[in-house]
Nanobody, 115 residues
Framework: QVQLVESGGGLGSPGGSLRLSCAAS????????MAWYRQAPGKQRELVAA???????NYADSVKGRFTISRDNAKNTVYLQMNSLKPEDTAVYYC?????????WGPGTQVTVSS
């Protein structure tokens, strides 16, 4: 069983930056898509950013120009660089890896943006 572990969450300041990382517990072949989702209190989980095996990226409109997703295939790791943080970015952030017939989620990491 593969486990994903997020790191890098915590308290950020408005206008500041945080970088999230997600690593897999063991090597995974053929990861089609690596993605970050978030869920704020009282809201549904939403896609923040995704990156395909070929490097194509997709972002939620609310984070375009501020967040950057990247992946290191050799390390089975995905990153989310979050700049120009806003209080509305406060949420639990989850990484997600999808293959042809499987789907793994991390336990989530809290990101709080507050002055």
């Amino acid at each position: 069983q593969v486990q994903l572990v997020e790191s890098g969450g915590g308290l950020g300041s408005p206008g500041g930056s945080l970088r999230l990382s997600c690593a897999a517990s063991k090597s995974i072949f053929s990861i089609y898509v690596m993605a970050w989702y978030r869920q704020a209190p009282g809201k549904q989980r939403e896609l923040v950013a995704a990156i395909s095996s070929g490097g194509s990226t997709n972002y939620a409109d609310s984070v375009k120009g501020r967040f950057t997703i990247s992946r290191d295939n050799a390390k089975n790791t995905v990153y989310l660089q979050m700049n120009s943080l806003k209080p509305e970015d406060t949420a639990v952030y989850y990484c997600n890896y999808k293959g042809s017939n499987w789907n793994y989620w991390g336990p989530g990491t809290q990101v709080t943006v507050s002055s």
